[in-house]
């Protein structure tokens, strides 16, 4: 029992690059989101999904696309990396509570 | 606009001691609380929370205390041990389970524990 794995842990993109951020979860949680980690900003929401096949954005979706084709999976896009997009992102599920993935340091040159 | 924040950015306790991890909000709508606790190079873990019908919860050495008219929570940790350092992030939420699954988080609080 993995529970939530993000991958990679590291990754630096040149701006303009796109990407695709993977988070897997074994545990049959309906609810997936991402947050993204900033210095002085706390975790922040960019977009989260009831199920498969429903995602809607959080407060800083600009810049990102997810999709959600199975329960397990729901990946994050960044279409053309901007430096702004400089972040550790967490993927989470919640039932009753949240578990969070271990992150993905991002860093856009 | 943050609703939810944490004005200390670090504190520095000596073991043994009381830590005393601050958080304010602004949002009335907020019913539930959260403290998550965050190493480094780790996803954040859940440490303990209170709804707003109590003002004190326990765990162990945590408590956290709710003042709703101060619009005001606090992490106790007593006594402090080193393995407690870390970064504490305060989150809150709405009552209803679409609100709970869209924390509003702090800034985090990080937290030294020196021997």
């Known amino acids: 029992n993995a529970g939530v794995t993000q991958t990679p842990k590291f990754q630096v993109l040149k701006t303009g690059q796109s990407m695709t951020l993977q988070c897997a979860q074994d545990?049959?949680?309906?609810?997936m989101s991402w947050y993204r980690q900033d210095p002085g900003m706390g975790l922040r929401l960019i977009h989260y999904?009831?199920?498969?096949?429903?995602?809607d954005q959080g407060e800083v979706p600009n810049g990102y696309n997810v999709s959600r084709s199975t329960t397990e999976d729901f990946p994050l896009r960044l279409l053309s990396a901007a430096p702004s997009q400089t972040s550790v992102y967490f993927c989470?599920?919640?039932?009753?509570?949240?578990?969070f993935g271990s992150g993905t340091r991002l860093t856009v040159v | 606009d943050q609703q939810v924040k944490q004005n200390s950015p670090s504190l520095s306790v000596q073991e043994g001691r009381i830590s005393i991890l601050n958080c304010d909000y602004t949002?009335?709508?907020?019913?539930?609380f959260l403290w998550y606790k965050k190493y480094p190079a780790e996803g954040p873990t859940f440490l303990i929370s209170?709804?707003?019908?109590?003002d004190k919860n326990e765990d162990g050495r945590f408590t956290v205390f709710l003042n709703k008219s101060a619009k005001h929570l606090s992490l106790h940790i007593v006594p402090s041990q080193p393995g407690d350092s870390a970064v504490y992030f305060c989150?809150?939420?709405?009552?209803?389970?679409?609100?709970?699954?869209?924390?509003?988080f702090g800034q985090g609080t990080r937290l030294t524990i020196n021997p």
């Open positions: 949002n009335s709508m907020f019913d539930y």
């Open positions: 989470a599920t919640f039932r009753g509570g949240y578990t």
């Open positions: 545990m049959n949680h309906e609810y």
């Open positions: 209170i709804s707003s019908i109590k």
């Open positions: 999904s009831v199920g498969a096949g429903i995602t």
């Open positions: 989150a809150a939420s709405p009552a209803s389970i679409q609100g709970a699954q869209k924390l509003v």
